[in-house]
């Protein structure tokens, strides 16, 4: 029998952008989430970006009421929050609003988006293979229309990016590459504005991908779980760190 790769050892059946993207930029996180099952309960900036989503579709969708949908996010939102952290769960939960109604001055004039039956989102899948190991790498794209040939991923952020972050880049290449013949833009949204944006070429980024994978499988080889734990550099300052920090001192002690 053929050993086992780094992914197979430690259990890992598949990959995604959002992991890679954690490894790259949060490694100590990343051995907390995957290695060890701890994920976090995210911050408010998180739950803003999902439930302004969630009113997105209910209207682009389901032709819900923009105010109906707005208030069932923020009550979603109320749900998530624990704890009002300095004013700043308050202050994302006022954004849900305004990008609310500017993602949808966007992404009216495209028509209603195709969704598969019982779900908001579309599940894409390739398979990665590198040096004697093969891994399922799977997404969720959060708008597709094939009538005018595109996905839009929305992005809310306080601030407006003038180019795309590496992190969206090697989303938006993935779900390119996996979506043959559709072109892929990010609509960045802040409280004030909203921009499309597609930054990247998609065959360059999927090379850069399998490069951070094959990487991280020769890591995964290197030792246990625990052992993995203790060579990986402690950022607290991260901001997935952020609402989390009782595992970070559990895990790390610091």
């Known amino acids: ?68 949908a707005v208030a069932r996010a923020e009550s979603d939102f109320d749900d998530k929050i624990m704890f009002d952290d300095d004013g700043r769960a308050n202050k994302e939960r ?32 390739m398979t990665c293979r ?23 991923d929305l992005k809310t952020t306080l601030r407006m990016p003038s180019v795309m972050s ?12 996996a979506n043959d013949g559709y072109h892929v833009y990010f609509l960045y949204v802040t409280p004030k504005k909203a921009e499309f944006k597609d930054h990247g070429n998609p065959d360059e980024i999927m090379q850069e991908i399998k490069f951070h994978l094959n990487r991280q499988e020769k890591f995964l080889r290197a030792g246990t779980k625990d052992q993995l734990k203790d060579m990986v550099p402690v950022n607290p300052d991260s901001f997935y760190w952020r609402g989390d920090e009782a595992t970070r001192m559990e895990l790390y002690g610091i």
Do not use: C
């Open 1 to 68: 029998m053929a050993p086992k790769n780094g992914f197979e050892i430690h259990g890992l059946k598949h990959s995604s952008v959002s992991q890679i993207n954690k490894w790259i930029e949060a490694p100590d996180a990343w051995v907390a989430h995957y290695l060890f099952g701890r994920r976090g309960s995210g911050s408010s900036a998180m739950w803003r970006g999902i439930f302004t989503e969630q009113a997105l579709v209910g209207v682009l969708a389901h032709g819900q009421d923009i105010d109906d």
């Open 94 to 125: 006022s954004n849900i609003r305004p990008m609310t109604e500017l993602a949808i001055s966007k992404l009216e004039h495209l028509g209603k988006p195709d969704f598969p039956e019982g779900h908001d989102q579309h599940k894409v899948k």
């Open 130 to 152: 590198g040096e004697g190991w093969s891994l399922p790498f799977i997404g969720y794209i959060d708008l597709k229309y094939p009538k005018h040939n595109r996905i839009v």
């Open 166 to 177: 590496f992190a969206h880049r090697r989303q938006r290449g993935f779900y390119e590459k």
